[in-house]
């Protein structure tokens, strides 16, 4: 006779920050939850791998300051330790050369980005942005507003190179124009944090949260289906291996492409299969020293690509190291791998010369999933995308960077968290009550 398993009061598919937080959340009211994490830890995107010293992220990774993920990290007693990046002597890549990125007065009036005109246009824009209101663009394209909002080309480039380092989004014809506008405001308001030790230390922050809280993970434990009753409800998940866990309530916290194939048709299952992934190439690098020490952030204007230091601020590297992201942001068509890799180094080469000569490790991801779903503005943009109610399933919720009206990125994936939470917490309540 096969093992008894208990059922568990709610099962959490999938073990990032989304996951992590949903299954700690629903243990804190008393459940019996239990985690399962197809990988050999949890962690996800988040996880950060450790080589000789040098903390790599994958990919860069910032912290929105004051969003609805720091909010729920803080709740969790999940410690949040890292440095803001500073907005000042950071450069704008165009045609091959450095100039100041426009990010004050000095910098406005002193860069050779562009003429008067486009200064003053500039100046006006960055002074106005905040009071901009997103939700009317929320269905209408981020292309849209910036022809209709913005008169130089220039400025419009500029503007264009904002919404991509704040969104990690390339797809201004697709991408909801309310939802890059609020995303930016946000990034400009409160700023960022590149954490020390990096996101890893939210990683086992979430665990430990979750581990107190009573969460049973199971790591090497991939789900393959949802089993339900007549009504439509889950009570159970199988797994790879065969196993089946019995379950009162699920949540399937993974991104939307992996999602889609576990949930019942309807309304969720069919905003997962047709999300479009956000994707963006990366090549992390870890030097014993900086070529260039105040040459820190660069933003390319002519081309969607993107370099930080991190170790600027954040602690991630032995005494006298450095930590360099340097990242293009992926459109439609991007071009073959080893172009864009070759044009990520050309990057590195203009910023800062002479890095190939102090290399400790290099990491080119080809295609990073940066976010599982654009927001796109043919959905009705935040306001489009679904809820975390499962259609068909009472008892199931899913959670992640694609599920919810609130916030982009790990806001989004860990406001939806609590939302899931929330669902799952309130129909377990009446059965336990009975009980």
Same mark, same amino acid.
Request: glycine share 12%; hydrophobic share 50%.
């Given at each position: ?14 073990? *990032? ?11 804190? *009211? *008393? ?12 962690? &996800? ?20 300051? &004051? ?44 860069? *050779? ?35 209709? =909002? ?154 969607? =690509? ?109 406001? =939806? ?19």
């Amino acid at each position: 006779m096969d093992d008894y398993i208990p059922a568990a009061d709610c099962a959490v598919i999938g073990g *990032g920050l989304s996951g992590l937080a949903a299954a700690a959340l629903v243990a804190r *009211g *008393g459940a019996r939850v239990v985690l399962l994490e197809r990988a050999p830890a949890p962690g &996800g995107r988040a996880a950060t791998r450790v080589e000789e010293g040098f903390h790599l992220n994958l990919g860069p990774h910032a912290l929105y300051r &004051g969003g609805p993920a720091e909010t729920l990290l803080r709740e969790l007693d999940v410690a949040i330790d890292g440095g803001m990046p500073p907005v000042s002597g950071a450069f704008a890549l165009d045609r091959g050369h450095t100039h100041a990125l426009p990010g004050g007065l000095v910098s406005l009036l002193t860069t *050779g980005l562009f003429g008067l005109g486009a200064k003053l246009e500039t100046a006006r824009l960055l002074a106005g942005l905040g009071r901009v209101d997103p939700e009317p663009w929320q269905a209408r394209p981020l292309a849209e507003w910036v022809a209709t =909002s913005v008169q130089h080309p220039d400025v419009r480039r500029l503007v264009l190179a904002l919404t991509r380092v704040s969104s990690y989004a390339n797809a201004p014809d697709a991408h909801s124009a309310g939802a890059a506008i609020g995303q930016l405001q946000h990034a400009l308001r409160r700023g960022v944090l590149y954490l020390h030790g990096g996101w890893q230390t939210l990683v086992d922050g979430l665990r430990d949260a979750a581990v107190r809280a009573g969460v049973e993970i199971r790591t090497g434990a991939a789900a393959t289906a949802l089993l339900r009753d007549a009504a439509g409800d889950v009570m159970a998940v199988r797994l790879r291996d065969g196993t089946t866990i019995p379950a009162r309530s699920a949540i399937l916290a993974l991104p939307a492409a992996d999602a889609a194939p576990l949930l019942p048709e309807g309304e969720v299952r069919r905003a997962a299969a047709e999300a479009v992934p956000v994707r963006a190439a990366c090549l992390d690098v870890a030097l014993r020293a900086l070529p260039r020490p105040g040459a820190v952030f660069a933003l390319g204007v002519d081309t969607p =690509s993107y370099l930080s230091v991190h170790t600027a601020v954040a602690r991630l590297a032995p005494a006298g190291g450095a930590v360099v992201h340097v990242m293009r942001y992926l459109e439609p068509d991007p071009p073959p791998a080893k172009v864009v890799e070759q044009s990520l180094e050309a990057t590195l080469d203009l910023v800062q010369p002479g890095w190939r000569a102090a290399v400790v490790t290099r990491r080119f991801l080809p295609g990073m999933l940066a976010a599982s779903a654009l927001v796109r503005a043919a959905q009705g943009g935040l306001r489009g995308r679904p809820g975390p109610q499962v259609t068909g399933a009472a008892n199931c919720a899913v959670a992640g960077d694609w599920v919810g009206p609130e916030g982009c990125l790990a806001d989004a994936s860990l406001a =939806s968290a609590r939302r899931a939470a929330a669902l799952v917490t309130a129909r377990l309540r009446p059965a336990a009550a009975a009980a």
